[in-house]
């Protein structure tokens, strides 16, 4: 009989962020992940990840088709500890660093806007929220979409309209081409570790459940 007690096996984190869905992008968002708490955050890895160049009218909807096959694949990887799916993208803007929050839960654009409202790496200007939606007809929106700019995903709703996990756009604008800087390396992480206290502490209290500890509870422990 053993003498040696058996350790628990450590808990998965539950929260997935993936990178490198457009393959421009990968090099950017490994050097964001590289700055993440792993056992906070998995990474999922698109290995072969798909222009993200916007297509032209006539090629739009092979465009649409290639970004439904490639999110399908992503709920393969989703397991039941993830309770937040997180998507970093890359854009540029010589105006950044900047970034959109793109989700479908109106309460989430809520908390990340108040807890945006200071100084620091995640500040009032610098991020905007945008509500997914299934239409942009103006006449089927829910009233408190007029709150917030909307867009229509190009990925399957089977992925972004869930509560469970939630899913999260994330995309950084850098100045130029490349991996990005490390100031926009810094927003990045301050802004995934943001949105995942708003949806673990909505989640939680939907759940009647006590909060787990934020980002912002932990640097004060």
């Not at 950017?28 to 056992?39: K, N, Q, S, T, Y």
């Not at 649409?64 to 993208?89: G, N």
């Amino acid at each position: 009989m053993s003498l040696l007690k058996r350790l628990a096996p450590a808990p998965r984190p539950e929260i997935l962020v993936i990178i490198g869905a457009h393959r421009d992008e990968r090099a950017f968002g490994e050097r964001v992940v590289a700055g993440l708490d792993p056992a906070r955050f998995a990474v999922l890895r698109i290995e072969q990840g798909i222009r993200g160049d916007r297509p032209t009218p006539e090629g739009r909807a092979a465009f649409r088709d290639r970004h439904h096959a490639l999110y399908l694949q992503v709920l393969d990887h989703v397991t039941r500890e993830h309770r937040l799916l997180i998507d970093l993208h890359a854009g540029l803007d010589e105006r950044g660093p900047r970034a959109d929050v793109l989700c479908a839960e109106a309460k989430l654009l809520e908390c990340l806007v108040s807890e945006t409202a200071q100084d620091g790496p995640v500040s009032a200007g610098k991020v905007r929220g945008v509500r997914l939606v299934a239409s942009t007809d103006l006449t089927v929106l829910a009233p408190e979409t007029e709150a917030w700019p909307v867009a229509r995903p190009e990925i399957p709703e089977a992925v972004w309209n869930r509560d469970d996990p939630r899913y999260v756009g994330v995309e950084v604008y850098l100045r130029r081409p490349g991996d990005g800087a490390p100031e926009e390396w810094r927003l990045a992480q301050a802004l995934i570790r943001r949105i995942a206290g708003c949806v673990l502490e909505l989640q939680s209290a939907r759940l009647g459940a006590t909060p787990l500890v934020t980002d912002r509870q932990a640097s004060a422990l």
